[in-house]
């Protein structure tokens, strides 16, 4: 024969990867998380669908006249977690985002829920200490606890605060909590009503935090706490491109959790989000 070779086989990495990691600039993390979930499990399966669903996706986006091959990223894979374990599971995103950050990378997390962002912020901070956090969500995130639990994916932006301080958190989108998390808020001024808001922060490093339930379930169905009178699509990709002038050093894309939509229309979504924030970091 003249050519023996095995294959081609198909490639179980998101579409636009690079081959190696010292090629990359930008370093993707799946992070199949929902330890904390507090209403309806079963984000832990979405970067693994959405390493499938990216296969659906055009590697150019006309949006930003770019390439996935212009970003130079690579895909290394999901982190594999002990179950039932939050603590060492946080442990291990912490350390692996720092091994990023340390190799002057930029750091993309692939969720799992909302919690896996705060030892990523963690590790994040050790390098950049002039960091801000962008927080596109639903829900404040600002519980002091969850059912006696400090880490939960209800608290996260409360641990985060924590890290960073509250007045480098600014929030986008946010329609659901608790009367002392919208007080928390406007002491610190995170909430966001305009991208005028956002000035103050410009010339910082920018942790990027998505939970797309930030979306309307019109467009976002498939995600474990679902909240009515969210964010068009193009809302919110209007707000993305505005961030493409800031220095975004990490990110991260949660809360997908894609079985609570069979038409997999959630998954396709989250899919180009991925791809949008790829284009601005």
Known sequence: M????????????????VDSYDKADVVMLGLPFD???????????????????????????????????????YDAGELEFPLGNTKKS??????????????????LGIGGEHLVTYPAVKACKEKYQDLAVIHFDA??????????????????????GEVVG??????????S???????????YNTIVKSSNDLNEIKNKKIFLTIDVDVL???????????????????????????LQDFDIIGADIVELAPDYDKSEVSTAVVTKIIRDVLMIM
């Open 35 to 73: 330890g904390t979930c507090s209403y309806r499990p079963g984000s832990r399966f979405a970067p693994e669908r959405l390493r499938l669903a990216s296969w659906g996706l055009e590697e150019y986006s006309p949006v930003y006249d770019k390439h996935l091959d212009d970003v130079k990223f």
């Open 90 to 107: 946080m442990d291990l995103i912490e350390k692996n985002a720092g091994i990023i950050f340390e190799s002057g990378k930029k750091y």
């Open 166 to 175: 509250f007045e480098n958190i600014k929030q986008i989108g946010i329609r």
């Open 139 to 160: 829900h404040t995130d600002l519980r002091e606890d969850y059912l006696g639990e400090k880490l939960s994916h209800a608290s996260v932006m409360r641990r985060i």
């Open 216 to 242: 309307d379930p019109a467009y976002m169905p498939g995600t474990g706490t679902p909240e009515p009178d969210g964010l068009t699509y193009r809302e919110f990709a209007e707000w993305i491109k505005f």
């Open 177 to 187: 909590g608790l009367k002392e998390e919208f007080e928390l808020m406007k002491k």
């Open 2 to 17: 003249a050519d023996d070779t095995l294959g081609p086989f198909l490639s179980k990495n998101w579409i636009g990867s």
